[in-house]
């Protein structure tokens, strides 16, 4: 049952950051969300940084949706874990960068928080 879930919420996080990943090139306005303060979102030099941050988004969402295809409950836990670094990393920049706090801890440290949580369920599974 706590494998389920978990993969349920891993897939949903995969998805997510897919998404993310792929609004870099569809939407790049989007980038203003991230919550860094003054994103020049029409600059193409900040653009093609951004295209650089939307192909590691995707390949990070990819990393999630083969490990949950081809491992083990505790590999993917310890996957999440460790990824859970990013948002956390993500929300710091933000606080950083003198941005809003509500995308720092609303965004990036809530989304770390889910990470942590589906890899503790896995790895207790």
């Given at each position: 049952?706590l494998?389920?879930?978990?993969?349920v919420?891993?897939v949903?996080?995969?998805?997510?950051?897919?998404?993310?990943?792929?609004?870099?090139f569809?939407?790049?306005?989007?980038a203003?969300?991230?919550?860094?303060p003054?994103t020049?979102?029409?600059?193409?030099?900040f653009?093609?940084?951004?295209?650089v941050?939307?192909?590691r988004?995707?390949?990070?969402?990819?990393?999630?949706v083969v490990?949950?295809?081809?491992?083990t409950?505790?590999?993917l836990?310890?996957?999440?874990?460790?990824?859970?670094?990013?948002?956390?990393g993500?929300?710091?920049i933000?606080?950083?960068?003198?941005?809003?706090?509500?995308?720092?801890?609303?965004?990036?440290?809530?989304?770390?928080?889910v990470m942590?949580?589906?890899?503790?369920?896995?790895l207790?599974?």
């Amino acid at each position: 049952m706590l494998v389920t879930i978990a993969n349920v919420l891993a897939v949903l996080i995969a998805v997510g950051i897919i998404v993310v990943g792929a609004c870099a090139f569809w939407a790049p306005r989007a980038a203003a969300g991230f919550g860094i303060p003054a994103t020049p979102t029409d600059d193409h030099t900040f653009q093609a940084w951004l295209t650089v941050k939307g192909v590691r988004d995707i390949a990070s969402g990819l990393f999630v949706v083969v490990l949950l295809l081809t491992a083990t409950p505790h590999v993917l836990g310890w996957f999440m874990l460790a990824a859970a670094l990013i948002p956390l990393g993500d929300g710091s920049i933000v606080l950083r960068s003198k941005g809003p706090r509500a995308a720092a801890f609303g965004v990036h440290w809530a989304t770390a928080a889910v990470m942590v949580v589906i890899a503790v369920l896995l790895l207790v599974s």
